[in-house]
């Protein structure tokens, strides 16, 4: 089991950049990886359902992207801090949501879909304004 945790999220003017962590988290003295998993990044606001933003599956080194990020975003692992970052740059109010890091297995026709995702983390907010 891993417990995803984000962090990085704040407030920024549009045009604006942030970069999102995700940290596989446990009880202490275990040692917690994301190895063998997919890890994706979605959004979310109010009354709507949540929205795919990024997957890095970490095998075949394919990464994925929702359309209303490409060009924009960038989702990339750190090794040595066991992490999966997103890079989000140009940022646009529409961005504004709670954004949230899960951790699963998915097939590679269902990576878009969170209901693939076995753990998720808290959430972290970001804010863009106009």
């Known amino acids: 089991q891993v417990q995803p945790a984000e962090s990085g999220g704040g407030v920024v003017q549009a045009g604006g950049s942030l970069r999102l962590s995700c940290t596989a988290s446990?009880?202490?003295?275990?040692?917690?990886?994301?190895?063998?998993?997919?890890v994706a990044w979605f959004r979310q606001v109010p009354g709507k359902e949540r929205e795919f933003v990024a997957a890095?599956?970490?095998?075949?080194?394919?990464?994925y992207y929702g359309e209303s990020v490409k060009g924009r975003f960038t989702i990339s692992k750190d090794g040595a801090k066991n992490a999966v970052n997103l890079q989000m740059n140009n940022l646009v109010p529409e961005d504004t949501a709670v954004y949230y890091c899960?951790?699963?297995?998915?097939?590679?026709?269902?990576?878009?879909?969170?209901?693939?995702?076995?753990?998720w983390g808290q959430g972290t907010q970001v804010t863009v304004s106009s």
């Open positions: 446990g009880h202490a003295g275990s040692a917690y990886t994301f190895s063998g998993y997919t």
């Open positions: 890095n599956p970490g095998t075949h080194g394919n990464v």
């Open positions: 899960g951790a699963g297995r998915p097939k590679t026709s269902a990576i878009r879909d969170p209901q693939m995702y076995y753990y």
